[in-house]
């Protein structure tokens, strides 16, 4: 009798863990994204200051309680060598936020290509699930010589067909203040419930 009620309760409280991946070329503001999201939602977590933050080797990892469901996001590296290994977290990730650079007009094509490589996993990747949803945020929307959200999503166009067959979406952030942070976690979390069927989370 106590064992049917503590699986009982165990089921009552387990909870869905989605994995989110943070993508985008190095100094897009991946690690910076994170840190937002960590204030917003985590305040009591151990932050590192904006002005301190360095270029990403590794990983960060931060898990975060939405609702009842947990989004864990994984921030890796985006310098050009690094990004080989972004293809070993694709078989376990439910979603992925690209970030881009609005103001580094000159990469702008480099992005293009990252973004393609990911999207058609069969490129050179295996396992990304093709029906996981795909945030792009348009990032560093402070800064005056920027790419405007209209012209990202006119870049993106051509992705369109890839793209259209899941849920994606291009949203304007200023990762430094952390506007639109709370936006673009919303969307994705809605996303990452619903295509749980196809996508099932882990349960925690
Ligand atoms: N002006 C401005 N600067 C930003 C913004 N977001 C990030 N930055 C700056 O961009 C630089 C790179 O930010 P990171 O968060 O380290 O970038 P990253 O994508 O994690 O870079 P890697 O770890 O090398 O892949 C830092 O100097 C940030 O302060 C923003 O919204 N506006
Ligand atoms: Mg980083």
């Avoid at 937002?36 to 932050?47: C, D, E, G, L, S």
């Avoid at 590296?77 to 690209?98: A, D, K, N, P, S």
């Avoid at 890839?162 to 506007?179: F, H, Q, W, Y």
Wanted: aromatic residues 8%; contains cysteine; proline residues 3%.
């Amino acid at each position: 009798m106590f064992h049917l009620a503590q699986s009982l309760y165990t089921q009552w409280t387990l909870r869905e863990e989605y994995s989110v991946l943070i993508l985008g070329l190095d100094n897009a503001g991946k690690t910076t994204l994170l840190e937002q999201i960590k204030r917003h939602y985590n305040p009591t977590a151990k932050q590192i200051p904006l002005e301190r933050i360095t270029p990403t080797i590794g990983q960060n990892v931060h898990t975060i309680t939405v609702g009842s469901t947990l989004l864990k996001f994984w921030d890796l590296g985006g310098q050009t060598e690094l990004r080989e290994l972004w293809g070993e977290y694709f078989t376990y990730c439910h979603g992925v936020v690209f970030v881009v650079d609005s103001s580094d007009k000159d990469r702008i094509e480099e992005v293009s290509r990252e973004l393609i490589k990911v999207i058609d996993s069969s490129e050179s990747y295996d396992g990304l699930d093709t029906s996981i949803p795909i945030l792009m945020l348009a990032n560093k929307q402070d800064l005056k010589d920027k790419l405007e959200v209209e012209d990202i999503k006119e870049i993106f166009n051509k992705l369109a067909e890839k793209l259209n067959a899941r849920d994606s979406k291009v949203l304007p952030v200023i990762c430094k203040t952390g506007e639109g942070v709370s936006e673009a976690v919303e969307w994705l979390q809605l996303r990452l419930v619903r295509n749980k069927a196809n996508k099932p989370p882990r349960y925690k």
